[in-house]
C-alpha cells in the first residue's frame, strides 16, 4: 500500500512525495511457511533473516475454537422450602388429575351398557368347517352379560388351540360389544384305526373326530393308517406321521397318483412300512422298508402279473431285502409247482429258495397248515371306497374327542 505524504510547501507545485522504504512491504524469506493470522505488511527483516513488526501493532494468531457448544436446561427449581413445597404440591394435584381422569374413562367403560355381550350372537365366528359353531361358544360361555373389555383374549385363545381341530385362533374385540374369531382347522391327511373306531389325523399325528359328512366326500379318498394310539404321545405320533407322509410323497412324486391304490397302510413299525395294495379282487400285503418306496412298489408293479399267474393266492410280497422278494401265501394254500420254471416251495426264508426265470430271486413262503377249526370261509373281497364306507358305518364313536390326543 502507498504512503502519501505531505505536499512540497517551497515549489508550490502539488508533487507527492514517494512513498518511504520504512513503509514498504516486507517480502518472506524464510522455508517455513508464515505463522496463520500473522500480517505481511509493515515488516522488514533482519540481518538474521527473520521478520519484526515495522509498527507497534501486532495482530493475535488466529485460534479457531474447538469446543462444541453446550447447551444447559435449567430448571427453575426454588431454592427455598417454601417454594419447593409449593411446586411439590401443583406436581401432586397434576398427577393426581390425571389418574382420575383416567379411573373416570375405565368406570365408564366397564359400566356401560353399551359395551356389554348380551347374547351368543355378539361372538363372531370364521374359518370353521369341521369345528361346530355350539363347539366354539362353549369356550366363551362365560363371556356372556360380561363387559367386552373384561375378556381374556389370550386366555380364549389358548382355550381354543386345545381343542383338536383347531390349528391356530385369534380372537379379537369389535367394539362396542362383538367378539371376532377366526380359527384355521387342521388339515386330516388319513383315516385313523383304533380298534373298532374310526377317525382322522393330521400331518402332526394329532387325532381328530369324525365329521358327520365324511361319507361320500371325495376329499377323504386317503387311506387308512394303523399303527396309531391315543395313549402314545404326540411326539411319537408326529415321527410315525413323518414316515407315513415320505412314503406317500415318494409313491406320488411324479404325479401318476400311485397312492390311490393303496386301502391301508400301517406304520407301528417305522422300519418296516406295510401296505395293503390293491389287485383285483384281492389285496396283497407289501412289505416296503424304510427306503427306496418307489424303487420297490416299481418292482412289485412289474412282477405282480407273473407272480399273480403262478400263485393265484398271493398274500403278502417283501421287497427289502436286495435282489430277492419273499412271496407268501394265504393260510393252508398249497404251492403250485408247473414243471421246472415254477419255484420251488419252502416253509423257511432261505432254504431252497429257487431262481425265477427272471430277475429278481423269489423265494416262496408257505405258512403252517390251519386247523379245521381255524378255517373260515373266505368272505366278499370289498373295494378301497367300500372298505372305508363299512369302517364308517361301523364306527359310532370318534376316535379323539378331547385335547388329551393332542
Known sequence: MAVFGKRNAGAGAGVLDAPGDNHAQAEWTTPEPAPAGMLQRGRVDDADGGYWPSGQEVE???????????????????????????????????????????????????????????????????????????????????????????????????????????????????????????????????????????????ADGVLLDMPQDVAGDPKYSFPVLTGLAAEDPLSVRAARMEVYRKFMAELDGDGTKRSQAISEVDVSNPEDVKALIASGSTDILVHFGDEDFLTRYEMFEQNLPQWKVQYPKLASVDTRYDHQVVLEMDKGTPVPVSGGDAPATTDAVGENAAVASEKPVVAVKTPAKASAKAKKPAGKILSKKQKIDAMLAAARKPAASNGVNR
Request: hydrophobic letters at 45%.
Open 60 to 202: 493475535e494468531t488466529y485460534r479457531p475454537k474447538r469446543d462444541s457448544m453446550r447447551y444447559k436446561l435449567r430448571l427453575g427449581v426454588p431454592k427455598t422450602i417454601a417454594g419447593q413445597i409449593i411446586v411439590g404440591t401443583g406436581v401432586l394435584l397434576v398427577v393426581g388429575a390425571v389418574l382420575g381422569s383416567v379411573l373416570a374413562v375405565r368406570g365408564m367403560l366397564l359400566h356401560d351398557p353399551r359395551f356389554l355381550i348380551a347374547t351368543s350372537s355378539e361372538i363372531q365366528i370364521v374359518g370353521n368347517q369341521h369345528l361346530t359353531r355350539s363347539q366354539v361358544l362353549s369356550v366363551f360361555g362365560s363371556d356372556l352379560e360380561r363387559n367386552i373389555f373384561k375378556v381374556p383374549l389370550a386366555e380364549r385363545r389358548a382355550d381354543l388351540e386345545r381343542l383338536p381341530w383347531v390349528q391356530h385362533a385369534t380372537v379379537m374385540r369389535l367394539l362396542p360389544n362383538t367378539v371376532r374369531v377366526a380359527v384355521t382347522e387342521r388339515v386330516p391327511v388319513a383315516f385313523v384305526r383304533q380298534g373298532t373306531q374310526i377317525g382322522l389325523v393330521d
